[in-house]
């Protein structure tokens, strides 16, 4: 029964990790119904500012994580304004390969931020400074790694304020409005553009967060976020494309089902279940656990 219980536990911790991550690509493509292919970079980024500002600039590990997730929202601001933008304002003939110019952009900027900081930092990997002083915290029967512990509450926080963001701010509703119908928001009085920055500042922030609660456990390098960034995909197939709800939902299961399958089945294999999870989705639910039927023509 105690095995069971940290198991769950466990794959509870890591099912947040992977909301964290997970939920701004949701938003973004929620809103441009196009995927960042280098959203793995936000988290790439986050671990790297948080690892060096805390050890070269001699920052609080509390205010480097502050300060790594500013550093993810100013660049998903800037990637919106000077890439995303044309996507959607004053390009409108650019529509018919909309889809073909996302991939092609993220993909150049995901090759370009690596590249960028393997050649400005360094290929040595990082290893930022924990959260928190104690190794190992009891609770109850099991005994779990500090770093996670608080890195799962402050998930538990950030995810709990966007949720509440989301739906009983201004700015939430304008999200809402926006990503069901952005010409209707549009009439209504809500500047999509705004609203389509504050998305990108929002994932890049979160996923920056993500890399940053993440780097005191894995080395961040410049290609740390590869593998965060296909668990992401994953999760939002999984939950349905563009369903924040979803997304959230579809992370915990799937990190509490990997945490059983690593045991019961095969620990080498364990990566490989969310890609088999991946495959039978879009096999027999390809609008996913919270999507709607059906695409658009």
């Known amino acids: 029964?105690?095995?069971?219980?940290?198991?769950?536990?466990?794959?509870?911790?890591?099912?947040?990790?992977?909301?964290?991550?997970?939920?701004?690509?949701?938003?973004?493509?929620g809103i441009l119904r196009i995927?960042?292919?280098?959203?793995?970079?936000?988290?790439?980024?986050?671990?790297?500012?948080?690892?060096?500002?805390?050890?070269?600039?001699?920052?609080?590990?509390?205010?480097?994580?502050?300060?790594?997730?500013?550093a993810g929202a100013?660049?998903?601001?800037?990637?919106?304004?000077?890439?995303?933008?044309?996507?959607?304002?004053?390009?409108?003939?650019w529509s018919i390969v909309k889809d073909e110019y996302a991939v092609v952009v993220t993909f150049a900027l995901s090759l370009l931020l690596i590249h960028l900081v393997d050649k400005v930092v360094g290929p040595s990997p990082f290893l930022g400074p924990s959260l928190v002083s104690t190794k190992r915290i009891a609770l109850g029967p099991l005994m779990l790694n500090g770093q996670k512990i608080i890195a799962a509450g402050v998930s538990v926080v950030v995810l709990t304020g966007l949720a509440l963001f989301i739906k009983k701010s201004v700015w939430g509703r304008q999200i809402q409005a926006v990503a069901q119908n952005r010409f209707?928001?549009?009439?209504?009085?809500?500047?999509?553009?705004?609203?389509?920055?504050?998305?990108?500042?929002?994932?890049?922030?979160?996923?920056?967060?993500s890399g940053a609660l993440m780097a005191p456990i894995m080395n961040p390098s410049p290609d740390v976020g590869s593998f965060p960034a296909l668990k992401s995909f994953i999760i939002v197939v999984l939950g349905g494309m563009g369903s924040i709800w979803g997304s959230m939902a579809a992370a915990v299961l799937l990190g509490v089902m990997e945490?059983?399958?690593?045991?019961?089945?095969?620990?080498?294999?364990?990566?490989?279940?969310?890609?088999?999870?991946?495959?039978?989705?879009?096999l027999f639910r390809p609008h996913g656990l919270a999507g709607r039927k059906g695409r658009e023509t």
């Open 1 to 29: 029964m105690s095995l069971i219980i940290d198991l769950a536990v466990n794959g509870l911790i890591m099912g947040l990790f992977y909301a964290l991550m997970a939920v701004g690509l949701s938003m973004i493509f």
């Open 35 to 70: 995927v960042n292919f280098a959203h793995g970079e936000f988290f790439m980024i986050g671990a790297y500012v948080y690892a060096l500002s805390a050890m070269k600039l001699g920052l609080n590990p509390w205010f480097a994580l502050v300060f790594a997730g500013i």
């Open 74 to 93: 100013v660049l998903g601001m800037v990637i919106e304004r000077l890439l995303m933008r044309p996507l959607y304002d004053g390009y409108q003939s």
């Open 184 to 209: 209707g928001a549009s009439l209504a009085g809500i500047d999509p553009v705004k609203t389509t920055a504050l998305i990108f500042a929002i994932s890049g922030l979160l996923a920056a967060l």
């Open 259 to 282: 945490s059983f399958f690593a045991v019961y089945i095969s620990y080498d294999y364990r990566d490989t279940f969310g890609l088999m999870v991946l495959i039978a989705v879009l």
